[in-house]
């Protein structure tokens, strides 16, 4: 529950947790303030003042069975004593109500409704939210079901469909963005329902996948998280809901929470990159088929003693073109834009070192102020701390024993499962290891967009001769572009 409240206070997402009264009463008895029930309860009191969540009511428990069975009295007995309980407990009986099981009657919802219940989690229709209008005594506010989806639900993903965490993820925001899409065509309201319980989408892998998919849904545009109450708020003064994304989170002890969100429209379009390039003008580009790829940002290239300057280059001329391309790195994660970084270098044994490339047999792999020069694992090697990948392991790093970064490696395998179109090209050097990649993704059908001023030579004739063979007769290889309109296409999807 601490691992997910954190996740969502992240995200600004205010939850509705729906709680088994059996905790609270459990934590009322509770002689020890150290006990599990009385720490849940305080945890759910501390995220419902402090992070805006919404307390729900989830039955009794979720193991004893739910409504089936019981008669009309003992139904209504149980549901009073259940908001009962869970008002001592949180200061205020929950208006908001989930089934334990799903288990319930013919009388289930007008008796909910004469307790004072106003959203219903029990229903699914179609990805809508709807009333139930049935009211015997007419002096009753409807009943605002808000659909529960099964098909998006942890337990259905994870425990019996065996996603993996980074598919369950893409599987939740593929879900959320086909309806996002479909409402902004339609007009129609929509409400994504999404399960997740704590012992199932709050372990240490899930939440890791889920952060980096919340990010992501963070850059929709007009997209408003709010409890599953003002959801339910909204519907029932009929204002109109293009988009309305709900997530219920439920404990082992019942515990949970859920979120929803809503907005009046939302622009496809915004989901796309422009940038300003040579020679096509503005391009077009869908977020989620474009990486940011950075070559050969390598101590050994970039720093005194290391390979470039063994051969006789002047390092300071590469270095001019770290710092654009680390404000361009910078505005790509926070874009939600796929990042892959590429280092060049050779196994231990030398191996894979062409006869060819080897020459003289006297640079690669000697002995040089980082270690042996353009080895794997040796400080010359690695990324420059400035473009570093990120620790989480997040941005795929390409190993590779040539100058193109297709060549001996996975790279093409990556992008086609990651139905990447797009490469956003920096690196070192423009002539060489630049040049090869985007010829090589050029071959391959890619389109790839080199930025001017993320990559560097150290022969400045040679970089602008590189730089000119790109755009050269219509784009022959590509696109050229600097800086500056990366980074603005970037921020366009903020701005949307």
Not at 46 to 70: D, F, P, R, V, Y
Not at 298 to 324: H, K, M, W, Y
Not at 401 to 430: H, M, R, S, W
Request: proline share 4%; hydrophobic share 40%.
């Amino acid at each position: 529950l601490a691992r997910m409240g954190r996740l969502f206070a992240k995200h600004s997402i205010p939850c509705t947790a729906v709680v088994s009264s059996d905790l609270a009463a459990r934590a009322a008895r509770s002689t020890s303030s150290a006990s599990l029930e009385v720490g849940v309860i305080r945890q759910l009191q501390q995220l419902k003042e402090h992070e805006g969540w919404e307390i729900g009511a989830h039955g009794a428990n979720n193991s004893t069975g739910g409504h089936a069975g019981l008669s009309p009295e003992q139904e209504a007995d149980a549901i009073e004593a259940c908001l009962n309980d869970l008002g001592k407990a949180f200061g205020r009986r929950p208006t908001t109500w989930l089934t334990p099981g799903f288990s319930v009657t013919t009388r289930t919802t007008c008796l909910l409704k004469e307790a004072g219940i106003q959203a219903l989690l029990d229903f699914v229709d179609d990805d809508v939210p709807f009333e139930l209008t049935e009211n015997p005594n007419g002096d009753v506010e409807p009943l605002i079901c808000l659909p529960y989806s099964m098909e998006m639900n942890d337990f259905s993903l994870i425990l019996t469909r065996h996603l993996s965490p980074r598919e369950y993820a893409a599987a939740l925001e593929a879900h959320i963005l086909q309806l996002a899409s479909e409402a902004s065509c339609s007009g129609q309201p929509a409400v994504v329902c999404i399960g997740m319980h704590t012992f199932v989408a709050g372990y240490p892998a899930a939440v890791y996948e889920l952060d980096k998919m919340l990010g992501r849904l963070s850059l929709v545009p007009n997209v408003i998280f709010a409890t599953a109450s003002k959801v339910a708020e909204a519907v029932g003064k009929g204002s109109e809901m293009a988009l309305a994304q709900h997530f219920a989170i439920a404990g082992e002890e019942g515990a949970a929470g859920s979120s929803s969100t809503s907005t009046p429209s939302l622009d496809v379009q915004s989901l796309q990159l422009q940038f300003n390039t040579d020679p096509s003008g503005i391009v077009s580009v869908q977020r989620d088929q474009a990486a940011l790829i950075l070559i050969d940002f390598q101590t050994d290239f970039l720093c005194q003693g290391g390979f470039g300057e063994r051969l006789g280059n002047d390092v300071s001329l590469l270095r001019r073109a770290i710092e654009p391309t680390k404000k361009v790195l910078a505005a790509a994660r926070n874009a939600g834009v796929t990042v892959i970084h590429t280092r060049e270098g050779h196994r231990p044994n030398l191996t894979d070192v062409t006869a060819i490339k080897a020459k003289d047999g006297k640079t690669i792999g000697a002995d040089g102020p980082y270690g042996r020069i353009l080895v794997r694992g040796e400080v010359g090697h690695d990324i420059i701390p400035e473009l570093k990948p990120l620790e989480d392991g997040s941005e795929a790093v390409i190993d590779k024993p040539g100058k193109g970064a297709f060549y001996q490696t996975d790279l093409e395998l990556l992008l086609k499962n990651q139905g990447i179109k797009t490469l956003l090209v920096c690196g070192v050097t423009t002539e060489v290891c630049v040049h090869t990649t985007v010829r090589e993704a050029n071959d391959r059908g890619i389109q790839c967009i080199v930025l001017e001023d993320c990559t560097a030579s150290y022969n400045e004739k040679f970089h602008d001769a590189g730089i000119a063979m790109i755009s050269a007769q219509g784009g022959i290889f590509g696109e050229v572009a600097n800086s500056e309109a990366i980074i603005n296409g970037f921020a366009s999807l903020h701005d949307a």
